[in-house]
């Protein structure tokens, strides 16, 4: 039976603590989606309705504001992998 190869991509996207800051595979992977003049503009797309608005507004529930950083963090995250892979 053939290995799992989703297991690889899972690994990939929770390393441990000690992972070297090297570009991994998945790393390069998103620098080449996202580095097409559509990808760069879902990019922008993402970050424009995530990081670039508020997290929590007065008078609306705190979780809001803790759901609202969890998105924040997954641009940040697909940022943080394309700036590895580009400085491989």
């Given at each position: 039976m053939a290995?799992?190869?989703?297991?690889?991509?899972d690994d990939d996207?929770?390393?441990e603590v000690t992972e070297d800051p090297?570009?991994?595979?998945?790393?390069?992977?998103?620098?080449?989606?996202f580095n097409?003049?559509?990808?760069?503009k879902v990019l922008k797309h993402l970050a424009s309705t995530t990081i670039d608005q508020p997290c929590w507004y007065p008078g609306t529930e705190p979780s809001n504001g803790y759901f609202r950083e969890g998105q924040n963090s997954l641009?940040?995250?697909i940022n943080s992998r394309?700036?590895?892979a580009k400085n491989v």
């Open positions: 290995e799992n190869q989703n297991n690889q991509l996207l929770w390393p090297q570009a991994s595979q998945m790393d390069m992977l998103y620098a080449t989606v097409t003049p559509d990808g760069l641009i940040r995250q394309i700036r590895r």
